[in-house]
């Protein structure tokens, strides 16, 4: 995956490749909701992608609450590794 994908476009990569989705990532619209009315996720496919994002963005969803947050849809997903990486960021400058 080349650096100049966007955040977004390595997170739809992500959820089609785990969850073997046979659709194009670009087909995934970043509000879309994972679950329900949107792609129609279960909570098979919400423990694999919670696995996904440890594996590629080296980010932790720690508990269900956090995951009912964060797994809403690519922008939130989005949202978390921004969030997550800007704290890892402040945490290692420090002395």
Not at 27 to 33: L, Q, S
Request: charged share 25%.
């Amino acid at each position: 995956m080349s650096s100049t994908d966007s955040l977004e476009t390595q997170v739809k990569a992500a959820i089609v490749r785990c969850l073997k989705m046979p659709i194009a990532p670009e087909e995934i619209a970043d509000d879309v909701p994972l679950f329900g009315q949107g792609l129609g996720l279960d909570s098979i496919d919400a423990l694999e992608l919670v696995l996904e994002l440890q594996r590629s963005f080296n980010v932790a969803v720690s508990d269900e609450q956090m995951g009912q947050r964060v797994l809403r849809d690519v922008r939130s997903i989005v949202e978390f590794i921004n969030e997550q990486r800007a704290q890892q960021g402040s945490s290692s400058a420090q002395p």
